[in-house]
Nanobody
Framework: QVQLREFGGGLVQAGGSLRLSCRAS?????????MGWYRQAPGDERELIAL??????TYYGESVKGRFTISRDSTKQVSLQMNSLKPEDTAVYYC??????????WGQGTQVTVSS
């Protein structure tokens, strides 16, 4: 069974930085085709923040371009560096994995709170 474990998150003041990491287990490396991050604020839909498609492209949501950077640390681990954080970045951040051997997998989510 695929499991995604998220690290990081927490409370930070506006203008500050945080780093999130996500490590996958229960999946063979060759089956992973993409990993990334989504977020969901109360009352909002889940939105794409950043995604790395292996051997292809990297995508960023419009609201975070130029401030957030996703990095592929290994086939089964990605990190998200978040700089110049704003109160509107407050949300639960979810790690996402796409694979060839089953449905997409999601982490439990980690809370990021940015105070003004």
């Amino acid at each position: 069974q695929v499991q995604l474990r998220e690290f990081g998150g927490g409370l930070v003041q506006a203008g500050g930085s945080l780093r999130l990491s996500c490590r996958a287990s229960g999946v063979i490396s060759s089956a992973v085709t993409a990993m990334g991050w989504y977020r969901q604020a109360p009352g909002d839909e889940r939105e794409l923040i950043a995604l790395v498609e292996y051997g292809a492209s990297t995508y960023y949501g419009e609201s975070v371009k130029g401030r957030f950077t996703i990095s592929r640390d290994s086939t089964k681990q990605v990190s998200l560096q978040m700089n110049s954080l704003k109160p509107e970045d407050t949300a639960v951040y979810y790690c996402h994995l796409r694979r060839t051997t089953g449905p997409d997998a999601w982490g439990q989510g980690t809370q990021v709170t940015v105070s003004s």
